[in-house]
């Protein structure tokens, strides 16, 4: 089973230039998530959507937007890319809001 | 807000040894309390989960954790560590909210 799924692995932009990362899980999960991890704090949490046709901001919304496009799909844009936002980003997904989070491999993003 | 610390940045064991990694929360109630697992370039895998009932919860890979409410720790124990073990460790705080929390992390280092 693939479970969830991000595209691109590795990404390197240039301040100002944007991009959207893709995620989709074949888990039919109602719940999906977008973190950042950064060396030292751990994931904070950049946007959720409790169900198909609902997100909201998490700890770190400033800079992303994001789009549930299907029950499958959660992808993050970021409009106007800065040195700030280089990070690995993941995706993640789950049935519920207290169950377990169900992890992609991650998205690495350069930004100079 | 709830809030998740872990006080080792980083452990060594070495092969066959116990390890014990510390978790302290900050929340107004019982929250859900979750350990994950990192390998080197891959998402975070679920190794353990607490929701209510008893205080010793098994997972994965042998590892155990023990919630104590007076202590608000929820730290995670293994009695012989294996090479494999060579982690990053996150434990994260949550509720039904969606906005699970998770610690900086501590990296574990087996030597042989």
């Known amino acids: 089973n693939a479970g969830v799924t991000q595209t691109p692995k590795f990404q390197v932009l240039k301040t100002g230039q944007s991009m959207t990362l893709q995620c989709a899980q074949d888990m039919n999960h109602n719940s999906m998530y977008w973190y950042r991890q950064d060396p030292g704090m751990g994931l904070r949490l950049i946007y959720y959507s409790a169900s198909e046709g609902t997100t909201d901001k998490g700890e770190v919304p400033n800079g992303y937007n994001v789009s549930r496009l299907n029950k499958r799909e959660f992808s993050l844009r970021l409009e106007s890319a800065a040195p700030s936002q280089t990070s690995v980003y993941f995706c993640?997904?789950?049935?519920?809001?207290?169950?377990?989070?169900?992890f992609g491999n991650g998205t690495r993003l350069t930004v100079t | 807000a709830q809030s998740v610390t872990q006080p080792d940045i980083h452990i060594t064991v070495s092969e066959g040894a116990s390890l014990e990694l510390r978790c302290n929360y900050s929340y107004g109630a019982t929250p859900y309390l979750f350990w994950y697992v990192q390998s080197p370039g891959q998402g975070l895998q679920l190794l353990l989960k607490y929701f209510s009932g008893d205080t010793l919860v098994q997972g994965i890979k042998g590892f155990e954790a023990e919630f104590k409410r007076s202590q608000s720790s929820f730290n995670l124990r293994k009695p012989s560590v294996h090479w494999s073990d060579a982690a990053e460790y996150f434990c994260?705080?949550?509720?039904?909210?969606?906005?699970?929390?998770f610690g900086a992390g501590t990296t574990v280092t087996v030597r042989a």
């Open positions: 993640a997904s789950s049935q519920t809001g207290d169950s377990p989070l169900h």
């Open positions: 994260a705080v949550g509720a039904n909210d969606y906005k699970l929390s």
